[in-house]
């Protein structure tokens, strides 16, 4: 059977698609010897991992490269999310460092 991967390739800015011919275990998928998951370069994967993405890369039973879209546009979302919500902790943390307060009112330092 064949198993697709997809990844976002930061070059080009768009999903690749690499796929490979893997047997079917019961819990895993197991490449032939000498091969591996493109991008991943690993020789087994765990088939609870499968459609989601797992270290920056969707991987798939199915060639839906629609899903796999949806799934990486879905992942960039939370990350900047997440990232967002970092800067924003930080945000008062940061201004009150470059600001004193003398008898007239507060001055931002520059």
Not at 16 to 41: F, M, N, Q, W
Not at 45 to 51: E, G, H, P
Request: aromatic share 18%; proline share 5%; charged share 30%.
């Amino acid at each position: 059977m064949k198993l697709y991967v997809f990844y976002f390739s930061k070059a080009t800015k768009e999903v690749v698609r690499g796929e490979v011919e893997v047997e079917d275990k019961p819990k895993s998928y197991k490449t032939p010897a000498g091969y591996c998951l493109p991008y991943l370069h690993v020789s087994k994967f765990l088939k609870a991992a499968t459609d989601k993405i797992y270290h920056g890369a969707y991987v798939s039973e199915n060639c839906d490269y629609k899903k796999a879209v949806l799934a990486f546009r879905k992942y960039f979302a939370i990350k900047h999310r997440n990232a967002k919500a970092e800067m924003e902790k930080y945000d008062d943390f940061y201004r009150s460092c470059f600001k004193y307060t003398t008898p007239t009112g507060t001055v931002m330092v520059p």
